[in-house]
């Protein structure tokens, strides 16, 4: 064996066991005993800025959870599709936010509007494309009081809809290599995802809240390490369908556009680790096949049969922790490369987007990237 394989064969196994390693926190146990009474009141906020088309299906979920929520605050961030008329008719209390005030990203602006005027005691921060399962509050709460957390956030189980759906689940879990998840009782790790964040309102108040983080894009990774700096544990579980998502309905190109302003910004926060471990894992998931196709191609009887069964238990592990992230059908797993493609397209445009500092258009407004 030429020493090139052995190099090439040495990150594929490396990138394997970042992916297993990494990729272990989908099939945690989550059990925790009931929240002592009296239960603390949970404010929902719900920062929102033309979205109409996803308030209701949020809303509605809020309004079948087992344990009701003490208010849902939804703050217009100066829609012009009717989305504060929207969130009226589902019940939800509606604040306008102020115009944005220089040096302020458009998210964290709305997050104080809403934290200011909250009365709970704990804060819950909601995306509008979301929905929960009507247990989600309950074993939320229960999993926050029980291993005393100062914020808990969940990563989304994915509907998919459209075709092109149907092939983010590596996506998904590249995310989760990039932004590892752990809800180990007191340890810690800068990640929240701000799809959904549960925070206690004397901490949030105590760190500054998102004004402290009011020009960052990645305010959750932002939030999460001022927590962390307090001295306060921060968890997030992800492999449970507490929390659902369907992400860029708008098509295709919302996706390609909304992972673009993602990767530009998380470049940034993840360093150079992070970005080492997610290329060592698409090295891993690319170099079974090459390899195999390779020694197919070259003869290499035993080699191509030992490659071509570890291409198969790459296949199937795929497909289960797919399962896991949302609806991908087991179909989609041998698919992959066509959407790790895609990823690794993006993913060169954010990081062009990076070196030359360039905005990118986000609903309407120019965002940053630095």
């Known amino acids: 064996m030429m020493l090139k394989d052995i190099f090439t064969d040495g990150l594929v196994a490396a990138g394997a066991l970042i ?53 849902i605050i939804v703050v217009d961030d100066n829609s012009s599709d009717g989305t504060g008329d929207v969130a009226k008719s589902h019940g939800a209390s509606v604040l306008p936010a102020p115009p944005l005030p220089a040096g302020w990203n458009g998210k964290p602006w709305a997050c104080t509007v809403g934290a200011r005027e909250a009365t709970g005691d704990l804060l819950l921060f909601m995306d509008a494309d979301t929905s929960l399962s009507p247990d989600a509050m309950t ?21 998919t809809t459209s075709a092109w759906e149907l092939f983010q689940g590596v996506y998904h879990a590249l995310f989760l290599v990039a932004a590892p998840v752990r809800m180990d009782r007191g340890h810690s790790h800068r990640f929240a995802i701000g799809q959904f964040m549960l925070i206690r309102r004397d901490l949030h108040d105590r760190i500054g809240g998102h004004e402290a983080i009011r020009g960052v894009i990645t305010e959750d990774a932002a939030l999460a390490a001022n927590v962390m700096a307090a001295g306060e544990t921060v968890g997030a579980i992800a492999g449970q369908p ?28 993840g360093g150079m680790r992070t970005s080492m471990e997610v290329f060592l894992a698409i090295t891993f998931l690319l170099g079974v096949p090459w390899k195999f196709l390779e020694a197919a191609a070259e003869g290499w009887i035993v080699r191509g049969a030992v490659l071509g069964a570890a291409l198969l238990v790459l296949w199937m592990d795929l497909a289960l922790r797919q399962r896991r992230l949302g609806q991908f059908p087991v179909w989609t797993a041998p698919l992959y490369p066509i959407f790790l493609a895609v990823f690794i397209f993006v993913s060169l445009r954010a990081l062009v987007d990076r070196l030359t500092r360039r905005s990118i258009e986000w609903k309407g407004r120019l965002i940053d990237v630095e």
């Not at 272990?24 to 088309?53: G, K, T």
């Not at 659902?244 to 910004?265: C, N, T």
Request: some cysteine.
């Open 19 to 71: 992916w297993c390693w990494r990729l272990r926190v989908l099939f945690q146990r989550v059990d925790s005993p009931p929240a002592p009474s009296p239960r603390p009141r949970v404010s929902i906020i719900i920062p929102a800025r033309n979205e109409a088309h996803n308030l209701p299906a949020l809303l509605r979920s809020l309004r079948a959870l087992e344990e009701k929520p003490h208010e």
């Open 139 to 159: 074993r939320a709460v229960d999993v926050f009081t029980a291993n005393r957390m100062g914020l808990l956030s969940l990563t989304p189980w994915h509907l």
């Open 242 to 269: 507490w929390l659902r998502v369907r992400m860029y309905p708008e098509g295709f190109r919302a996706f390609l556009h909304g992972w673009r302003r993602s990767f530009a910004a998380g470049l940034g926060a």
